[in-house]
Every structure is written in structure tokens, then in C-alpha cells.
């Protein structure tokens, strides 16, 4: 028996004021269907159906981009005619599945969790329901659907502008989240009827019509207050945002992560950190970041696909697919772009970038530098204001810099080039040629020094400024 979902994702983000689908809108750098797969991905469903609509090119173009466990399928739903009707163009998925149970939910409601997925399907099997409505209690139902309860189960639910003065007063609501019997929502997907305050198809009225096909009708309350909240402005996605920041924080709070103050702090749902470690404030943490035990991760660090391991200090450094050993030290004002791999105990100081290099063990990099496209060995010094030339304006080369090597203040290195074992550059020079092991290499203007030179010059100089101040 194969279970699936349908995911609602025709909306657009008017009042976004955005050309994008509302389900592309983000909650913590990832879109909101983001959120909504991956709990579909968690529970292990592996079917499932998109009903895309306004711009639904782009929810194309982001499930091409996204690496998907589940099989993801769409269909479009060129009128949006209610969440009904949306249903309505899955229908050769649901044929195709009938055996199963579908899952349908909504692409802009990110917070769903797969233990409602689970719980819910529970409640559903074991009172062999056609319909299991995830439900939430909350303080202000205005808006949502509200579910009538009768003693053995439900009876409806009727949408807000369809409500009496006493239904109005129910808090029990309805997430928008549901578990179908796949035959029983077939059977009366068809006879809904837009007869309603907003002459929509309601997918809610399918509530009624399986019972009274003869079958149960129940409700699960999830565990999870914000099941069922969804954003229509910038407001309510801003205010999503935050939910999950603080959310995700006291996750971390629990693992016994130190905060010295959540202030601009984000940090993504994919993102793992090790015990002991404090993020202070300004922190970003995105994507599959992973951070080791004992670290400091200072302010205003943007740390995104970036393994970081043990006993890292990290301040304002910002850092992109890269690795960082353990006990290593970075910052202030330090970037990592994309494949920098920094060993372990090496030093990282003040307005350095590195690309795409790897920095041995224990070698130190302490100001104003720029390394792209080397290799560079273990316990290597450079001095203040080191360049790697790696650019000739067509193509990308190479630095070699081997483990003990001494690289001068303000060398150039034009790549390709080697700087062998133990080697040195003097200060100011711009190696062209390969240094051997252990040898100087100097490669810079010879002193010339013109005795009194100066002389008239200066005395010119000195009598304008003496002029000036009288
Ligand atoms: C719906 C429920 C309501 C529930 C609420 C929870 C109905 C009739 N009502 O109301 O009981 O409390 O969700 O948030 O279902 N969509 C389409 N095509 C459409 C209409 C909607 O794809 O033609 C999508 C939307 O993009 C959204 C989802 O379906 O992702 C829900 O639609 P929405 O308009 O937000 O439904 P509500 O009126 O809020
Ligand atoms: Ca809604």
C-alpha cells in the first residue's frame, strides 16, 4: 500500500508584492515548500504531487535545482477555483495511487512536522478513517476553518465565512493538513460543489461528503502550535521568520549550545552543532553547516556549507564551501570562498582571503593577504600583505608553497610557481621563477642610494610651509 501527497501550491504572493509563487517565498534562506518536502521526505513519502499555478515555471525550475529523495511530480492548475479544485487536476496521481492513503497539504504552510505526518496517519489507519483532518487549538481562529466535533469523531468543517455566531466561537481549526483514504477522496473528489460565501471549490466539504459515503471522519490535534500557520504579506512571512529562528535557537539552547545574545542569529534547519560551542550575536549559519565542539563562533560570521571543526575560533569571518580543522583561529575580517580547506591549528588574521586553497597544518597567515589557487604546506609564515598572482586575465594558475617555507611581507608569487621545503622570499619581491628548498629568493630592485640629494628639494619644501603659516 503506497502513501503519497498532494502538495497545494497554486497560490501567488500578492500581497508579497513578488512575481514568485507564495510557496517560493523563504523562511530562514529556504522556501517555504522547502520546509513542507522535507517533512514529507522525513516521514518517508516518497510520492508526491505539486498543484502548481501562478508562475508555476519556477517551481520547475527550483525541484530541477534541488537534490529530492521523494519521486516529485506537478500538475497545473490553471484557475484557481479553491483548494478543491486544485485537488481536482492531481486526480490521475490519486488513480494512480488508490490502493494508498494521501497526504495533502500546503506549500505555504512551512512549519508542519513529520510527527504530525506520522501521528496523524496513526489516528487514520487505526480508526481506518476516509478522512483525518490535522487540527490545531489556538487563541485567534480567525479565518481558518473550524471543526464541528461529534462524539465519535468530526462532522465537517465549515470555513469561516461560512460559520454561524456559535461556530465562530470554535477553537479547534483546521491546518489545511489532511490524510485521505486515496478511493474515498476519489469517490467524492468530483461532487463538491463551489456553493459557499466565497463560490470556491472547497477540498473542506470532502469531509462530509465521505461521511456520508458510510465512512469515519477524524481529527488529529498536533503537538506543534504553529501546524497551521501560513503567510499572505511580508509581515507574516517576517513573522514565520522569527518563529523559526527562535524555534531552531532553543533546539540548540537544549543541546547545551551558549547564546551570548540571539540578536540578528539565524541559523538553518540543516545545520549541526557540536557541544560546548557559543555563537555570539550576528551569526549566520546556513545550509549543511556543520560545527564541532568547544568553538567560538564570534560575531557577525556567515558560515554556509562550511565544516568546522573542534575547538575553532572564528570572528567576523565569513566562509563558503569550505573545511576548517580544528583549532584553528580566523578572523576578524577574514573570507573563505568556495573550496578553501584550512588544517589543523593554523592561523588566519585580519583582511585575508583565501580561495580555493588548502592551508596546511599549523601555517600562519596573519594580515592582509590574498591566496587563490594554492597549495600551501604545513608551518609556513607569510608576512603582511602577501598576493598570490594566480590571474593572467584568460586563465587561473597555480601557487605551490611548501611545508616551512617563509614568504617575505608584500610578495607577489605569479602562478604557476613553487616555493620549495623550508625556502624564503625577501619582503617586496615578485617571484617568477621556482624557489628550490632552503634557498632566498630575491626578486626586487637593487638599493641606490644618492648622497644630499634631497638637500634643495626639502629646503623649497620647508620654506612654502613656513610661508604658509605666517
Ligand atoms: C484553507 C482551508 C481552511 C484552513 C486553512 C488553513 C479550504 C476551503 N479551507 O483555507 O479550512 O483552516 O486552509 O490554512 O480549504 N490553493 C491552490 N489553489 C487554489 C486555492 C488554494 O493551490 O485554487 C493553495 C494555496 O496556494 C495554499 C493552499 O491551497 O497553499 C490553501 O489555500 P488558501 O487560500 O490559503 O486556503 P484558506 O482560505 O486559507
Ligand atoms: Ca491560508
Known sequence: MSNNVIILAGGQGKRMKTNMPKALCKVIGEPMLEWVLTACEKAELDDICIVKGYEGEQIEDYLAKRESKANISTVLQAERLGTGHAVMQAADFLKAHEGGNTLILCGDAPFIDEETIRGALGLHTERDCGVTVVTSRVEDPTGYGRIIRTENGISGIVEHKDCTTAQLAITEINSGCYWFKTSDLLEVLFDIQPNNAQGEYYLTDCVELVISKGRTADAFISANPHVALGANDRKGLLMLNDIARYEIIDKWLDEGIEFTCTDGVSIGNNVVIGAGTRIDSGVNLRGNTVIGEGCIIGNNCIIENTKVGNNVNLNNVQAYESEIEDNVKIGPYVQLRPNSHIKKGAKIGDFVEIKNSTIGEGTSVAHLTYIGDSDVGANVNFGCGVVTVNYDGDKKFRTVIEDNAFIGC?????????????????????????????????????????????????????????????
Request: proline letters at 5%.
Open 410 to 470: 608584500n610578495t607577489n608569487l605569479v602562478a604557476p610557481v613553487k616555493v620549495g621545503k623550508g625556502a624564503y622570499t625577501a619582503a617586496g619581491s615578485t617571484i617568477t621563477k621556482d624557489v628550490p628548498p632552503s634557498a632566498l629568493a630575491i626578486e626586487r630592485g637593487k638599493a641606490t642610494i644618492k648622497e644630499g640629494y634631497a638637500e634643495k628639494k626639502l629646503k623649497a619644501r620647508t620654506e612654502k610651509f613656513e610661508n604658509s603659516r605666517k
